[in-house]
Structures are given as structure tokens and as C-alpha cells.
């Protein structure tokens, strides 16, 4: 048996998807998503472009201001900065994803589960997801390091742990909202499952809560990641991670700053582009902020 | 009111409950035994059986837990691996350079960004508020390690104003408490300006401007005050993003503060000292919320009757 399709699916669809004239008419959005696009080239092409091999020493360089030849200078061990850059980004950035992207996964159903059949399921889910947030953002990630140990899958790990009693409760708010709806009624009148209902029905309509989200939450995992790497807890050295590439030329801070500065800016921008557009994502999707 | 109060403090039980739990199993979390991992390689078998005394390890779980919690109660966090000294005594070294840190923080970051905040929202779309609204989007953005070592290369390396860390009085606090406020404040400056937005745009402050009300007055008493609720819960949750942000701005300036003290541990792998202090960060940032609950009750009598 086949449950009755929603009604007009094409106007749901609509309603969910991004409108695209509004966001280009958020300046700040339109720069957000040049970087966020301008990263993503970097990723694919980075190591492509790069005029020197990441983690090859050059002691007869070492570390020389930028010139020329060496667009962002060298470090310690002579190696190229730029060329680190370019081979990194696949290391922070790819951290930043996989672990937003996880949690989303993991985390919606949760949100979702919880908002639509509450009782005590609800109470128990949201009292853990409580506990687990109690424990301040970076911190909650130091603990989880110390039990697994350093390493780039951990930090993953950690910015999961994280992220998904984040998705839960916030995607819980956004469906506990919409779950009495008239449509949702209907939906469940006409004999359609509890998983058609989740996500089918509902999971279409907060579409834009949890996109804000994820884009927030790559932000958020791009800082975090890069905290543990600088903290040593993240990609070992020679790895060219961009945090752990600060830790390495924080020593040199007074003789070479361009050690430190570069890969700190390419952090920043990474983080101010996935902020820039969540936040005219958001704005877009909050009707009160329309004047 | 008084309702209100014990009901918030009674709810926060479970949770402080779930965060001792959650403390407890962080030592079972590590894989294998404990007792070893946490003797090191080099232990002898004496030194393994002392630590699984030590810990209760050889008992089930929940006795473990029993004990725990007792200890807990009555300040016992057991010794520290490196010195063998008790945990409390050597948090407390690390405790103060800590509050101090994120009370400057704190108050520069909610000064700032409210000040900020209302200033954008009444200059609003002006390119005053473009400024302010670029430069809070910048400021979420630093990262506070990265900012911390760009404030040393300026102010402390190259115009050689101000001391990188270290205990020279007031002079020491600057670079830390800017590295350290600043997300903060940018964050509160947006939340301030979204609330001040909303309230000054609505009817009774309308009204009250046709009343002829002095602008000073609607901004501060009619607008401000309706808008504060928000305001003072984005003050507490940025009070937990500075616990975290104080861990790698006191690495930074060589702070000894808890932050250290924890990135130490964790490479010691001291697992006494870094259970005792995720209770301990977790226990601020819970107390933290019940005070901004309760503040909040406090400017909002609606809150109290819900």
C-alpha cells in the first residue's frame, strides 16, 4: 500500500529551496559565498597550482621573506608557505565539512525523532544533549582528544560529538514548531508512516533552518579544528594543517611573522566566508529582518 | 519569584548529575585498562594495582560511581599523577589568573558589543552600522589563538608597547583580555542590534516618539529595556565560548591560568586533573546559565509566571 502523495510537492519544494535574487541582494552573502567558492577551488585545484612540494625541506631557503619566488616566504625548514596552503586547505577545509556534514546527518533524525513523538524519548534525548553541551564547545573536544589521542580523525570525532546534540536541538526547535501544522495532520489522516511523515513531510520544510546550521556549523568546526591543530592536538608536523603550521611558526613570530600570518588569514577568511553566508542565509529566512 | 528561583535551581540537578557521570566515564572512556595507560609504559605492577585501588577500578561500575560522587562532594578529586599532589590544590594555583582573565574578558566584550549593539541599531542601514556590522562579522570570525599571536607581532615585537604575557601588573592584561574578548564582544554587538532593532521599531516606542518623549529616553528606557532579555542570555552563552577561548589565548601568552593547566594535562595524559577540570568548566558554564536565568526573571517579570 502506497500512502497519498502531499498535496501540490511543487509548491513545498519551492517555498524550501533558497531564493536566489534575495540572496543576491545581500552584499555581505554575495562576498561569503565568492570566498566559500574561491575555497572550494583551492581544495580541488590547490595542489594542482602549487610551485613546490608541501613537506619537502629547502635549507638553503629557510625562512626567507616573501618574494617572488616564495609568494608567502618559507618556514623554519625552508619550505614554501603558499604551496603548504594550497596542499592544507584539503586538510582544514576537509575537516570542516566531513565533521558539519556528519553531524548534520546524525543529528536531524535526532532532532526530528524527538520534536515529533516527545514524551520520554524527548525528555532523555534533550536531558543528554543537555549534559554534552554543558561542557563549553573547544573544551568538550580537549576531553575527547585526551580519551582518543591526537590525530586529524579524532579531531573529526570530537567536532561530531559536538555537532550533533547542536543539530538535534536545533532542528527539534525548528520541527516542534511545525509539527501541529495542518499539513502534517493531513498527512497522518491519510495513513502515511511515521518515516514519511519525519522525512517527507517535515524534514522538506526546515530545509533552511538546518542549511543555516550547517553552514554555521562549518564555520564553528573550521575554528575548532584548527584550535586543536594549533594546540598540537590535531595533524602532526611535517602535516601542512593550517593550525598546526601556526603552532609550528608561532617560535618565529618575531624574526619571520610571515610564517604566522598567512595561514592564519586563509583560517579567518575560511571562517568569515561560512559565517557571512549562514548569516544572509538566515536573515533571508527570517521574514521579521525583511525591511 | 521565589518560586521561580528554586524551581530553576531544582532543574539544573539532572543536569549537573548527567555532567558527573559524563566526568566519571571519561577515565573508563580511555581504551584498555586505565590504571595502566594512566601508570605510563614504564610502571611497575605495584604502581598499576596502587592506581586501580586508587580509582576503585577493580569494583563495578556503578560503586565506582558511588564513590566518585561522594569523594566529589566532600572536595576529594584524588592526586595528581605527575607530583601526587591533591587535584583541588593544584587547580587552585591555576584558578584565579583564570577568572581574572575572563572576568576582563566578560566585562570588555559585553561593554563594547552593547554599546555597539545600540549604537548600530539606532544609526541603523547608516554606514556607521555597516561598519560596526562588518567589523562584528570580522570579529566571530578570528581565530582567538591567531588574533592573541597578531596583537604579540604588533604590540609586543614590533612597537614593543606592551609586555607578550608574563606579570607586569595591568600591562599584562591587555593583549589577553582583547585576544580575548573580542568574538565575544562582536557576537553580543549583532545579538544587541538585532534585539534594539525590534524594539525600536515597534508601535509604543512609535507612540512615544509622537508623544514628544526625549530620544535619549526612548532609546535607553522605552527601547533598551524591552530588549535586554535577549541580550543577557547571549551574554551567558558567550561566557562558555571564553571558558573555551580562555584554553588557547592563556597557551598563547604563557597565562597560568586552568587553560594551561588543561593543554598540559592532556599531553602528561594527567587524567586526574583533566576530569576534575571538565567538571569544573562544566559546573561555571552551568552556574553561568542559572544566573543569566535568573537575571533575566529579574528584568522580565513575564518569565516567572510561565
Known amino acids: 500500500m502506497t500512502s497519498p502523495q502531499p498535496a501540490a510537492p511543487q509548491l513545498e519544494r519551492r517555498q524550501a529551496l533558497v531564493d536566489v535574487r534575495l540572496f543576491l541582494q545581500r552584499r555581505s552573502a554575495v562576498v561569503g559565498a565568492v570566498i566559500m567558492i574561491v575555497m572550494l577551488a583551492i581544495v580541488l585545484f590547490g595542489p594542482l597550482v602549487a610551485p613546490y612540494k608541501p613537506s619537502v625541506p629547502d635549507y638553503a631557503h629557510i625562512l626567507s621573506a616573501p618574494s617572488w619566488q616564495h609568494l608567502m616566504g618559507t618556514d623554519e625548514f625552508g619550505r614554501d608557505i603558499f604551496s603548504r596552503i594550497l596542499w592544507g586547505a584539503r586538510l582544514t577545509l576537509a575537516v570542516g565539512f566531513i565533521g558539519a556534514f556528519a553531524s548534520a546527518i546524525l543529528g536531524t533524525p535526532i532532532g ?160 568569515l566566508g561560512f559565517n557571512m553566508v549562514g548569516d544572509g542565509l538566515n536573515d533571508m529566512l527570517d521574514p521579521r529582518l525583511r525591511r | 519569584m521565589a518560586a521561580y528561583f528554586l524551581r530553576r535551581v531544582l532543574q539544573i540537578i539532572p543536569t549537573i548529575f548527567g555532567v558527573s557521570v559524563l566526568a566519571f566515564l571519561f577515565v573508563h572512556a580511555i581504551p584498555g585498562n586505565p590504571a595502566i595507560v594512566m601508570a605510563g609504559p614504564n610502571a611497575s605492577a605495584a604502581t598499576i594495582r596502587n592506581l586501580s585501588i586508587q580509582f576503585g577500578l577493580n569494583k563495578p561500575l556503578v560503586v565506582q560511581y558511588w564513590y566518585f560522587l561522594v569523594n566529589a562532594l566532600s572536595g576529594h578529586f584524588g592526586n595528581s599523577l605527575g607530583d601526587g599532589q591533591p587535584v583541588t590544590k593544584i587547580i587552585g594555583y591555576h584558578f584565579m589568573p583564570t577568572v581574572e582573565l575572563a572576568f576582563f574578558g566578560l566585562g570588555l566584550a559585553v561593554v563594547i558589543g552593547v554599546l555597539a549593539g545600540i549604537l548600530s ?186
Not at chain 2, 598540559?264 to 576530569?275: A, D, F, G, K
Request: net charge positive.
Open chain 1, 112 to 271: 526530528l525523532a524527538t520534536a515529533y513523538f516527545g514524551g520520554w524519548l524527548d525528555d532523555i534525548v534533550m536531558r543528554v544533549v543537555d549534559v554534552i553541551l554543558s561542557f563549553p564547545g573547544i573544551l568538550l573536544a580537549i576531553g575527547v582528544i585526551a580519551i582518543l589521542g591526537p590525530g586529524l580523525q579524532n579531531v573529526i570525532i570530537t567536532i561530531i560529538v559536538f555537532g550533533v546534540p547542536m543539530f538535534a536541538r536545533i532542528v527539534r526547535g525548528s520541527a516542534i514548531s511545525i509539527r501541529n501544522l495542518e499539513y502534517i495532520e493531513a498527512a497522518k489522516a491519510g495513513g502515511a508512516t511515521n518515516a514519511r511523515i519525519l522525512f517527507q513531510h517535515m524534514l522538506r520544510n526546515l530545509v533552511g533552518p538546518i542549511t543555516v546550521q550547517l553552514t554555521l556549523q562549518m564555520a564553528q568546526a573550521i575554528l575548532v579544528a584548527s584550535s586543536l591543530g594549533f594546540l598540537g592536538f590535531g595533524a602532526q608536523p611535517p602535516t601542512p594543517e593550517w593550525g598546526a603550521m601556526l603552532a609550528e611558526g608561532r617560535m618565529f613570530l618575531t624574526i619571520a611573522p610571515w610564517v604566522d600570518i598567512f595561514p592564519g588569514v586563509c583560517i579567518f577568511l575560511a571562517v
Open chain 2, 121 to 306: 541599531a539606532v544609526k541603523r542601514n547608516s554606514s556607521l552600522d555597516y561598519t560596526v556590522m562588518t567589523l562584528s562579522m570580522m570579529g566571530v570570525s578570528f581565530p582567538a589563538f591567531w588574533l592573541a599571536m597578531m596583537l604579540i607581532a604588533l604590540f609586543a615585537v614590533h612597537f614593543q608597547m606592551l609586555p607578550s604575557g608574563g606579570d607586569e601588573g595591568w600591562k599584562s592584561f591587555i593583549l589577553p583580555v582583547i585576544s580575548l574578548g573580542t568574538s565575544g564582544a562582536a557576537s553580543i554587538a549583532r545579538f544587541t542590534r538585532q534585539s534594539m532593532v525590534t524594539t525600536l521599531t515597534s508601535d509604543y516606542v512609535r507612540t512615544g516618539r509622537a508623544k514628544g518623549v526625549r530620544e535619549s529616553m526612548l532609546i535607553f528606557k522605552h527601547a533598551f529595556k524591552n530588549a535586554v532579555g535577549p541580550i543577557i542570555t547571549i551574554i551567558g552563552i558567550q561566557f562558555g565560548f571564553l571558558l573555551g577561548g580562555a584554553v588557547v589565548v592563556e597557551v598563547v601568552y604563557a597565562w597560568p591560568g586552568l587553560g594551561n593547566l588543561l593543554i598540559t594535562s592532556v599531553e602528561s595524559r594527567n587524567y586526574p586533573v583533566i576530569q576534575t577540570l571538565l567538571l569544573l568548566f562544566a559546573l561555571e558554564f552551568i552556574v553561568a546559565s542559572l544566573i543569566v536565568d535568573i537575571v533575566y526573571a529579574l528584568v522580565n517579570p513575564r518569565v516567572r509566571y510561565d
